[in-house]
T-cell receptor, first 115, second 112 residues
Framework: GAVVSQHPSWVICKSGTSVKIECRSLDFQATTMFWYRQFPKQSLMLMATSNEGSKATYEQGVEKDKFLINHASLTLSTLTVTSAHPEDSSFYIC???????????FGPGTRLTVT | DAKTTQPPSMDCAEGRAANLPCNHSTISGNEYVYWYRQIHSQGPQYIIHGLKNNETNEMASLIITEDRKSSTLILPHATLRDTAVYYCIVRVGKYDTDKLIFGTGTRLQVFP
């Protein structure tokens, strides 16, 4: 099956710094990728839809200047958490869709801890 | 997309069938029922989807009522590795090119 990877799998950073998370589709091209955030014991919350070659579409309440998304190629989307604060600590998960597929393939997630 | 309602938790003995219900009483004619699951600290995994006919694959079976207002995901022989949160999602479109909105899901605990 299709594989989606994320890097890093976990990261600890200091408050005020920026962190970049990569999402790669390893064996297929993905025009569309999604970014989710999940707090402990809660469900996944969609943050944004990432489209190759165009600006991301953010869900209501998600700060686009804080969570920068770049989808520069058909196999790579990046999420940059700028000026991170402890409340940004969360599990960030991406997903990607092959063309004409009926399922999304999810990455393993990145656990971000901001101290 | 239509809203879904699932029980917050269920238990199942290993080797027995796990039947996970989902209510989607406001589903529209062009909306599909999708099931995903998330094992602890991992990304979600697609299980199965259907429109109105019952569906079966190597992982599970999906039974949709005739009025399409509810469905049941069946894991025929649950194992300890099936312990996870199961999400029932209703969305438009056969091809998964649109966003998924996750509800609270059902936490299935399979015990020995």
């Amino acid at each position: 099956g299709a594989v989606v990877s994320q890097h890093p799998s976990w990261v600890i950073c200091k408050s005020g710094t920026s962190v970049k998370i990569e999402c790669r589709s390893l064996d297929f091209q993905a025009t569309t990728m999604f970014w989710y955030r999940q707090f402990p014991k809660q469900s996944l919350m969609l943050m944004a839809t990432s489209n190759e070659g165009s600006k991301a579409t953010y869900e209501q309440g998600v700060e686009k200047d804080k969570f920068l998304i770049n989808h520069a190629s058909l196999t790579l989307s990046t999420l940059t958490v700028t000026s991170a604060h402890p409340e940004d600590s969360s599990f960030y998960i991406c997903s990607a869709i092959p063309d004409r597929a009926y399922e999304q393939y999810f990455g393993p997630g990145t656990r971000l801890t901001v101290t | 997309d239509a809203k879904t309602t699932q029980p917050p938790s269920m238990d199942c003995a290993e080797g027995r069938a796990a039947n996970l219900p989902c209510n989607h009483s406001t589903i529209s004619g062009n909306e599909y029922v999708y099931w995903y699951r998330q094992i602890h600290s991992q990304g979600p995994q697609y299980i199965i989807h259907g429109l109105k006919n019952n569906e079966t694959n190597e992982m599970a079976s999906l039974i949709i009522t005739e009025d399409r207002k509810s469905s049941t995901l069946i894991l025929p022989h649950a194992t300890l590795r099936d312990t996870a949160v199961y999400y029932c999602i209703v969305r438009v479109g056969k091809y998964d090119t649109d966003k998924l909105i996750f509800g609270t899901g059902t936490r299935l605990q399979v015990f020995p």
